[in-house]
């Protein structure tokens, strides 16, 4: 398991994906500003259902994705991954399948 961040606000983890994004498998030639909505909502969701495993949530975080006001004009499909790396940083967990 990964040690759980320490990071108690969102500028603090902004300031990590800003810097670490680009080492990230699914980044691609995408700026970082195109990933950020996606970072966000991860370590909003780990923080608002902080206990829960990704599994059991991620239906749920799925469906909201769309309402979510950051999101701009990417889908869940291509956010998925980084919103997952955001909810693993900060729940410390690795995930057990593929993304």
Do not use: C, F
Request: hydrophobic share 20%.
């Amino acid at each position: 398991m990964a040690e759980r961040t320490s990071a108690t606000d969102w500028n603090t983890e902004d300031a990590y994906w800003r810097n670490s994004y680009r080492t990230r498998p699914y980044a691609g030639s995408n700026d970082y500003s195109y990933y950020q909505p996606g970072y966000r909502y991860g370590y909003e969701a780990a923080n608002s259902y902080r206990g829960r495993e990704w599994s059991d949530v991620e239906p749920e975080l799925r469906r909201n994705w769309d309402t979510y006001e950051h999101r701009g004009q990417s889908t869940w499909e291509n956010m998925k991954a980084a919103i997952r790396d955001a909810w693993d940083r900060v729940t410390g967990h690795h995930p057990v399948t593929s993304r």
